[in-house]
């Protein structure tokens, strides 16, 4: 038996990491500006994290939701306390994707209403309901196509209202920053229009930070550039540096009942424990502040590129835009500069380093990205 040949692979085998450093088999050291798409958050192999994971599992492993886990209200109240969300409730899954298909069937119970509204460039994951919502047509299996997935135009309050006036829409989901469709920046205006929007309407607004949330932007979440409250919180890539764990964060006013929602592995011991620790080492270490200010950084640097058509992003989360296809820029960067970068479509780099990235690492990446643009414009 193979593996299912679905992914386009680097010939690179990391076998060992460390902060923002990868090493493959041979001993190559790479500068990890991607963070396995966003999901390192405090650096590869934090030795807190490893002593939280290492900690827990000589003592349980895992058990399922029907008993009690201290370590899911420690997560919830730690949670609460650095995002600034600590009057909502936390249901725990086990991917973004996931967070995204309860957070749409929870919007869907409550309301009686059938129908989703999402934006073009959009992406909200892979499984039923996340990918109808997704504006990539080709992920999309004809099982997956409904009626009941409505796109509109990005930023654009009018044509939202349009269709949400019908009061057909149990929600309206959008990015705090889009990632995979660009690194594009929902206007704080159009963010708060969609949340007066929903109120008047009796829709729902799902915040997908699955992304952009977790101290990327600069901001705990996305959306906290904005003075937008949404309904729904999804969250999922930087939670637990790499151990699979999603959430859905949920507005103090949705009542629970007895099954409405679960899962198997979700909020089990170990992903907990990891969570915990992400969360302790981005309060200990300052790692939003960190963000901001070298992402703030590097975009001031970036700018300065006149071969660049557009930079774009806040935070760690930044897509850098040019005129013709950048898979040289991209395979020089990896192959002859050791760095590893992101796309987000054929001309579109994008950088999703941890959350620990410093100014010296920072400096060498403007330094050999200058030196491959040179080469290759």
């Known amino acids: 038996m193979e593996p299912f040949k679905v992914y386009s692979l680097f010939d690179i085998t990391p076998v060992r990491a460390k902060g923002c450093y990868l090493w493959d088999e041979k001993g190559t050291c790479y500068l990890d500006l991607y963070g396995g798409h966003a999901v390192i958050s405090i650096g590869h192999s934090h030795p807190h994290y490893i002593t939280k994971l290492t900690d827990q599992l000589n003592k349980i492993g895992f058990y399922s939701n029907s008993v009690k886990n201290p370590l899911q209200y420690e997560m919830a109240e730690k949670l609460g306390k650095l995002s600034g969300m600590e009057d909502y409730q936390l249901f725990l899954i086990n991917s973004g994707a996931e967070a995204n298909e309860n957070a749409i ?130 969250t999922a890539k930087g939670m637990a540096d790499g151990f699979p764990m999603g959430s859905l964060l949920i507005h103090p006013d949705i009542q629970p009942w007895s099954g409405m929602l679960g899962t198997t592995f979700g909020g089990n011991y170990l992903a907990c424990a990891a969570a915990i620790a992400v969360l302790d080492v981005m309060k200990d270490e300052n790692l939003i502040e960190n963000a901001k200010i070298m992402g703030d950084f590097l975009l001031e640097k970036l700018k300065e590129f006149p071969q660049i058509k557009e930079v774009r992003g806040k935070g760690l989360m930044i897509g850098i835009e040019f005129d013709k296809p950048m898979k040289a820029i991209r395979e020089k960067l990896l192959y002859e500069e050791h760095i590893f970068t992101g796309a987000a479509g054929p001309n579109i780099l994008r950088l999703l380093p941890p959350l620990i990235l410093n100014k010296e690492q920072a400096l060498f990446f403007i330094e050999k990205f200058s030196k491959v643009i040179n080469e290759c414009y």
Do not use: W
Not at 166 to 180: D, L, M, P, R, S
């Open 105 to 234: 069937k929870l919007a869907s119970f409550v309301t009686g209403r059938s129908e989703i509204l999402s934006f073009s460039k959009c992406f909200h994951g892979r499984t039923s309901g996340a990918v109808a919502v997704t504006d990539i047509p080709k992920i999309i299996a004809p099982i997956n196509r409904t009626a009941n997935a409505i796109l509109s135009p990005f930023n654009d309050l009018k044509a939202a209202e349009e269709k949400l006036k019908t009061k057909k829409f149990a929600a309206v989901i959008i990015e705090g920053i889009q990632g995979v469709g660009g690194i594009h920046i929902p206007e704080p205006s159009f963010l708060e229009g969609l949340g007066e929007l929903c109120k008047k309407y009796g829709t729902f607004l799902i915040m997908d930070e699955v992304q952009s949330g977790y101290g990327r932007s600069g901001k705990f979440f996305g959306f906290q550039h904005s003075k937008v409250k949404p309904d729904l919180i999804t």
